[in-house]
T-cell receptor, first 113, second 110 residues
Framework: GAGVSQSPRYKVAKRGQDVALRCDPI?????LFWYQQALGQGPEFLTY????????KSGLPSDRFFAERPEGSVSTLKIQRTQQEDSAVYLC???????????FGQGTRLTVV | GENVEQHPSTLSVQEGDSAVIKCTYS??????FPWYKQELGKRPQLIID?????GEKKDQRIAVTLNKTAKHFSLHITETQPEDSAVYFC?????????FGKGTMLLVSP
């Protein structure tokens, strides 16, 4: 089937606006990760789901960031009251069994103006 | 996640030379060590991975070595080609998170 799909590919938000980023993982993949990648940097871990359970959210930078995966498949990363420092590419990855290859989506490039 | 230190941040080589990128980690529970290649504007893609019960793994021109005692692992690319130019990320995983290094930009000059 298809790989990991993210939408939208690009999002421009005015400062203070709320945004929602969607990730469709590979069907059947148990693990789902969200990362934030600033220009020229490595992916910074945000949060991890195993099925619908959010097992680790230690990387979320503030309480303005919220992620969910209610049915254990599609996930949404929501950012409230966006700030300029939130501008980055947000990458989603999924994998089957623990510690197997993680497949990345194309990412959503968020620009906050 | 735990820290992963990656060196160097940039690496320039001539076509045909070898390239080596090194990473260190701190979590002794880490047992999975993948390497990803990211071309400009594209998603990271797995190129090779190694588990903690193996010391070395090779796939054509690419090899990875792991020293669990010293908590470091390395990526070796032999006979580099211009199409190897990209940013390479090491990563480590234990029980949950997959943590990435900051990346190495590899430039292979013809």
């Amino acid at each position: 089937g298809a790989g990991v799909s993210q939408s939208p590919r690009y999002k421009v938000a005015k400062r203070g606006q709320d945004v929602a980023l969607r990730c469709d993982p590979i069907s059947g993949h148990v693990s789902l990760f969200w990362y934030q990648q600033a220009l020229g940097q490595g992916p910074e871990f945000l949060t991890y789901f195993q099925n619908e359970a959010q097992l680790d959210k230690s990387g979320l930078p503030s309480d303005r960031f919220f992620a969910e995966r209610p049915e254990g498949s599609v996930s949404t990363l929501k950012i409230q009251r966006t700030q300029q420092e939130d501008s980055a590419v947000y990458l989603c990855a999924s994998s089957g069994l623990m510690n197997t290859e993680a497949f990345f989506g194309q990412g959503t490039r968020l620009t906050v103006v | 996640g735990e820290n992963v230190e990656q060196h160097p941040s940039t690496l320039s080589v001539q076509e045909g030379d070898s390239a080596v990128i090194k990473c260190t980690y701190s979590d002794s529970a880490s047992n999975y060590f993948p390497w990803y290649k990211q071309e400009l504007g594209k998603r990271p893609q797995l190129i090779i991975d190694i588990r903690s019960n193996v010391g070395e793994k090779k796939d054509q021109r690419i090899a990875v070595t792991l020293n669990k005692t010293a908590k470091h692992f390395s990526l070796h690319i032999t006979e580099t080609q211009p199409e190897d130019s990209a940013v390479y990320f090491c990563a480590e995983a234990g029980y949950s998170t997959l943590t990435f290094g900051k990346g190495t930009m590899l430039l292979v000059s013809p």
